[in-house]
């Protein structure tokens, strides 16, 4: 608090290191000639030589406000008291193995070790061991063989515990993706089971459901059981499954049929079987993609090679950072879309370097023609790919995205200059392999469902056939809901309440249905009436959510339907985990153990988020 002093003077505006005094306009200093080292002792003296009156103002302030400050620090101070050398010694010592404390961190270790995929040796390593002493003196590491027995098995029960209980709780329908990975680290091949389904507050959740040993064969039998033992372990019932997506082998394919599970490909499988059937499997563009892939290995087995290149490009763009090339990976089509990029951003330099420089392969001025054109054909197909392996992408972009795609194919440009008929092939591929997506019903509800897009992609011919279509849909919808309600409470005859009854019966006849058909029919014509929402920033499950109550039964419908992804990402981003967790420092563990830690992994943040 500020001195009493205070009351009597004002500090100067142009110098801090003086005060006027109120009473005579005297400036008076500080004490100091910095802010640290003033004081109130000169402005004190000054009261008590030219103004007793208020000096004795003063001194009665001081005394009330040093009395009321001894209170407050006595109030606040705790009566010490000295502990015996026994509990002194006590609290010096390590936790035991049952203590609260040491049971809480054990738990945090081995969160961290999932989390973070640190091995489980990392309680050995002498530097993590400093730091857990400098942090809890008295806390001891647990030992691997602990973490993997006790630990590891504790929490993967509490997690499996949360998770089964987000799984029962209120979902109309769920999702899948599969696929299986082989390991290179050991013989081990892994079957994955991912999940994702709205709840009733229209959040899309994703969870992890299986990511097990898949020994022997594969064959669509072998395949077919474990897809029945995974769903009754966790107590799934067939029709609460909505869909399973899929790579396109067709061992995957027919496990689906032979286990009655409603699947679907993976879109963004059946693009990359569609662009090397279209485009990388001409002979002009595999010979162009081979020269590419000589020079990127070149200087990748060169250090002096690259430093070449590096000083080229620094001469050239002396304020732009050099770059190095891509490599490709030959399953992965975008991966070798983004070589050339690669090579035709590094062009100039690349020629310069030829110049001086010996070089395995150089592309012709006709090949860099063909790179540059072929890259305009195959960018929107990247650009598609990044957007359905997206987090938010979903079955309702499949018919819209396709329908993009085909038009822009169609149309002719500049650039079709030497990649005319791989374009041409290319379309032909894309409509092959997505002719049927409209007759799918789960891609054409989806759509519709999605404000984004609605009945707007559909051939005005087939508009009317797909609105029908909507219309089953919610009628079984309501049917099945009828079922599962208890009966209602027939109202006593000759009531006015009765009448009520007759009278609302009588206006649904005239009408030509049941009150529920009748209401979902005017929800989709005002639906669908509506302009749809922009899809550069538009949210579908905030549009539900805020218009549940507008359009009660579409909402629900749009549970079920949206939940559906396009693509198997989910799995295949899984096995990137799994990747981290199995590599070449444990390739000693056990299936089981994996599966635990793959499970905490990309599970324990959804548990986390929920306990907030």
Known sequence: MASPVWQYYKVSEKDNKFAFCNVCSKVVPRGGTRQRGFNTTNLIRHLKACHIKEFEEFTKLASVKADKDKERATSSQTPLTQLTVTETLKRQQPYSNDNKRQKELNAKVMEFICLAQQPLSVVEDAGFKRLVSCLDPRYTLPGR???????????????????????????????????????????VSMLSLTVQFINEHFELTKVVLHSQEFPGSHTAEALAAVFTDMFQAWGIPQEKVHVILRDNARNMEKAMRDARLPSLPCMAHTLQLAVHEGVLAQRAIIDVIASGRRIVGHFKHSQLAYSRLFSIQKQMNPNQPPKRLQRDIPTQWNSTVAMLKSLLEQKRALCAYAADFELPSMLTVHEWKLVENMISVL????????????????????????????????????????????????????????????????????????????DRYFPVGLKPQVRRLLSDVLAAAAEQEEVSEPPQKVPRAGSLHAMHAELLAEDEQHEGGGGNISSAASQINLYLSEPVIPNSHGQPLAFW????????????????????????????????????????????????????????????????????
């Open 145 to 187: 063989k602990y973490l993997t027995d006790v630990c590891l098995p504790e929490l993967y029960r509490n997690v499996y515990t949360h998770i089964e209980s987000l799984m029962k709780d209120n979902i109309r329908a769920v999702s899948f993706t599969s696929d299986i990975w082989s390991l290179s680290v050991c013989p």
């Open 379 to 454: 960018d929107p197909f990247d650009e598609l790919t990044k957007t359905i392996s997206s987090s938010t992408a979903a079955a309702a972009d499949v018919i819209p995205s396709v329908r993009a795609l085909t038009r822009l194919l169609e149309k002719t440009t500049e650039t079709d200059h030497g990649v005319k008929t791989a374009k041409t092939t290319l379309l032909e591929a894309v409509k092959r392999r997505f002719s049927d997506i409209e007759s799918e019903r789960l891609y054409t509800i989806a759509t519709l469902l999605d404000p984004r897009y609605k």
């Open 545 to 612: 959510k805020a218009n549940k109550d507008r359009f009660p039964a579409l909402a629900q419908a749009a549970r079920v339907f949206l939940s559906a992804p396009c693509t198997s990402v989910d799995s295949e981003q899984l096995f990137s985990t799994a990747g981290h967790i199995l590599d070449e420092k444990r390739n000693r563990l056990t299936p089981k153990n994996a599966e635990m830690l793959i499970f905490i992994k990309a599970n324990l943040p959804v548990m986390l988020l929920n306990q907030k």
